[in-house]
């Protein structure tokens, strides 16, 4: 498909960011975002090119404006709802239920 | 499949799943000969980059037969030749590209026609 | 919802926007935190297995694998000749095997050509020898510009090739998957293997470096 994935030749992106001493992840939920996508694909409900494929239909705008392993969480959260793995109801509600619970904990 | 467990990582990491097939092809394609990329536009999954459309290269060297993505988004396991085919910077880039510039991409037979 | 951001991610926010790194919204570790407590709960996923998945990577492996396979080609003539006619054989010998590295080829940068590789598609990269892509590999300033303008790309790397150098660069759009071996750096017919190796930087394998020189 002619998403924002296929980006060779593209202008106007500007300077390429390097990170001197990068470390491998910058934040805990991306090491969860890629072990878990790992994991999940090790069930064999779909292969690399579904992976792919499940990335590049993120909406172009925010494909761009995101970061790397939101694309990933994206295609993650949407093959595992069209693989029936999950709902996006139940997922909604875990977020919720997890964010009231983080809200709890900080007013103690 | 069942469960990834910890004690399985290592040696799940270390095999690997390689999209190569043992199957054989009949190659329709030789190295030197000038190719054209198929101008495409499916709306689902491809591994033409929109930048070589429609341009003319070379193939540089032959890969084997490997599992044709576009079919295996889908669900389909199709064996293709896969090829790794050279194209110039002016080629792809016109007077912007640089001639002591090339660029080489892997492409599976069906998108590419002999010129 | 920002007071969960920064307590969840801490002093990660600070280099995360330090670095220009698109920030993750908060929306985004919530969403994180429920996958996985939904998939631990329906036991889909093994919570000690993500934290062995994710150690590999962090600690185990990364680009001392490749600069193995880059020194040892230096030193012998017959293992470079291996190397650049079955990559996945050789590079197997030192047991760098399996997830993304399956199919692998070897380029080789000469007085006349530099190599360069990346994946405009995606962000495919050789896992065993060179570990997971730094952001920037997988950025989409690099994706869009090393096909287009290879020696602006390099030149804001900090090298600039004579012109009668050839570029190439490859794009990673199957399942083979490229590593380059640059040339052996002048003055270093003394050094050994180990040392040899630990001259061979990440970006010198990708082809947007060169190998450190041993003075430096």
Known sequence: ?108 | MPVLKAENVAAALREGSTARLAQDLPARFVCGQRVRVANINPQDHTRIPRYVRGHVGVVDSDQGVFIFPDAHARGEKVAQRLYSVRFTGTELWGPQGKADTAVYVDLFESYLAPQ | MFVYHAKLTGCRTEVLSKHKHNEPLPETVLRVKALESLLVEKGLVDPAALDELIDTYETRIGPRNGAKVVARAWVDPAYRDRLLSDASAAIAEFGFTGRQGEDMVVVENTPQVHNMVVCTLCSCYPWPVLGLPPVWYKSAPYRARVVAEPRAVLAEFGYTLADDVEIRVWDSTAEVRYLVLPMRPAGTQDLDEELLAELVTRDAMIGTGLPRSPRA
């Not at chain 1, 924002?4 to 805990?28: C, Q, S, T, Y």
């Not at chain 1, 494929?53 to 392993?69: C, N, V």
């Open chain 1, 1 to 108: 498909m002619n998403g924002a994935h296929d980006l060779g030749g593209m202008h106007g992106f500007g300077p390429i960011n390097r990170e001197p001493d990068e470390p491998v992840f910058h934040a805990e939920w991306e090491r969860r975002a890629f072990a878990i996508t790992l994991a999940m694909g090790a069930h064999g409900a779909w292969n690399l090119d579904m992976s792919r494929y499940a990335r590049e239909r993120m909406e172009p705008g925010e494909y761009l404006r995101t970061s790397y392993y939101e694309h990933w969480l994206f295609g993650l959260q949407l093959l595992l709802t069209e693989k029936g793995f999950l709902s996006e109801a139940e997922i909604e509600q875990r977020m919720r239920d997890i964010a009231d619970e983080t809200n709890a904990g900080s007013e103690s």
